[in-house]
């Protein structure tokens, strides 16, 4: 089992940056990547990026080169966003495959507007 909570959410505005935290805990040594995911209102979830346990990470276009996706020791992911825009708005959520079950987190509400 492997617990993900996430935190950080808020309203910003358009240009402004918030940083998002996912807290791991459970079964975590057996964690190998882990991503970052949104889904708007109205619209599918989407990846955004992801990061694994060697600190390579990936990318959706869509937030290339303003979102950074980083892990520390303490088994806590981070997306750093900068330049939101309005189209960033969404709930936002970590998750992790492990050992053939997909974990979420419950999710962070992020609002960008002025």
């Known amino acids: 089992q492997v617990r993900l909570v996430e935190s950080g959410g808020g309203l910003v505005q358009p240009g402004g940056s918030l940083r998002l935290s996912c807290a791991t805990s459970g079964s975590i040594f057996s964690i190998y990547v882990m991503g970052w995911y949104r889904q708007a209102p109205g619209k599918q979830r989407e990846w955004v990026a992801s990061i694994t346990t060697g600190g390579s990470t990936n990318y959706a276009d869509s937030v290339k080169g303003r979102f950074t996706i980083s892990r520390d020791n303490a088994n806590t992911v981070y997306l750093q966003m900068n330049s939101l825009k309005p189209e960033d708005t969404a709930v936002y959520y970590c998750?992790?495959?492990?050992?053939?079950?997909?974990?979420w987190g419950q999710g962070t509400q992020v609002t960008v507007s002025s």
């Open positions: 998750n992790t495959p492990v050992l053939g079950t997909v974990y």
